[in-house]
């Protein structure tokens, strides 16, 4: 029968679970950051179990593009000095933030929320392919706008780049890619802002 710690406070056990199911934070991770917050003036741990029910429960995601933000559209979608009819199209909210981090893009986002993955569940309709697509119809002329495909390079990452192609391909907008300069199943997440600075920079026409 497998060892199960126990410990002297029923509050201190809930603490740990909760905070144990946390992604990569193991039991006893999750007793020695318990323990570190009871050492702690009371202020501190207040502001900080504040500052999460706040975002849980205040932010929201721009209506534009996805982006989590603090108003209905964010900060980068209303900020009139980015160019509004160059669409980064990424998979997640730590995307944009990746490739903000590099300086060199000057457009808006669109984050689908995921990837095409048949064995994860995730398909088209789970996406917001639909919203992406709404978007670009509402431009005026089109073919003077560009839509950057900024997905991985795995498998499911270029299925999901085709399936984003084939729906606007006909819209009139010029599709491009990252060049490669990130190697094949990268995320973007993980790659070093100099590389993918100079992916974006020099983006290649998508071709299927």
Known sequence: MPYKETYPSALLTEAVEAISSLPGVGRRSALRLALHLLK???????????????LRDNVCYCKRCRMISDDEICSICSDKTRDQRTICVVESVRDVMSIEATGQYHGVYH???GIISPIAGVGPSDLTIKELTERIQALEEP???EVILALSGDVEGETTAFYVYRQIENSGVRVSTLARGLGFG???EYADSLTLGRSITNRQVFKP
């Open 40 to 54: 702690q003036p009371a202020e501190n741990v207040h502001h900080f179990t504040g500052a999460i029910d706040a």
């Open 186 to 188: 990268d995320d973007l």
């Open 111 to 113: 984050v689908l929320g």
């Open 143 to 145: 073919q003077s706008a």
